[in-house]
């Protein structure tokens, strides 16, 4: 098992930028692919992105392609998600995930989750 710890949330505007990271313990990231994903107040909680364990292959929802970017530092147990262009729409907690599964874009395909960390975005 995989302990995650997200952090870089906050209040932004719209239009402006975070990067929220994901630091793991326990255990190294390096043979998980990552994933994050948000949950906004009354909804389900959706897929944002994820990245192989090697960082040579990511997926994102459409929602957030061409704003979001995902990416891992190896020599820090990290995965980060790099968020531009934030919409109101943005507004959510957003987990961070692992899973040995290739690029899992489904909820119960992840093994272990972080307690997430709020992004509000005003608008």
């Known amino acids: 098992q995989v302990q995650l710890v997200e952090s870089g949330g906050g209040l932004v505007q719209a239009g402006g930028s975070l990067r929220l990271s994901c630091a793991a313990s326990?255990?190294?990231?390096?043979?998980?692919?990552m994933g994050w994903f948000r949950q906004a107040p009354g909804k389900e909680r959706e897929f944002v992105a994820a990245i192989t364990s090697n960082g040579g292959a990511r997926t994102y929802a459409d929602s957030v392609k061409g704003r979001f970017t995902i990416s891992r530092d190896k020599t820090k147990n990290t995965v980060y998600l790099q968020m531009n262009s934030l919409k109101f729409e943005d507004t959510a907690v957003y987990y961070c995930?692992?899973?040995?599964?290739?690029?899992?874009?489904?909820?119960?395909?992840?093994?272990?989750w972080g307690q997430g960390t709020q992004v509000t975005v005003s608008s």
């Open positions: 326990g255990r190294t990231l390096s043979s998980y692919c």
């Open positions: 995930a692992a899973t040995t599964q290739w690029l899992g874009t489904q909820l119960r395909q992840y093994d272990d």
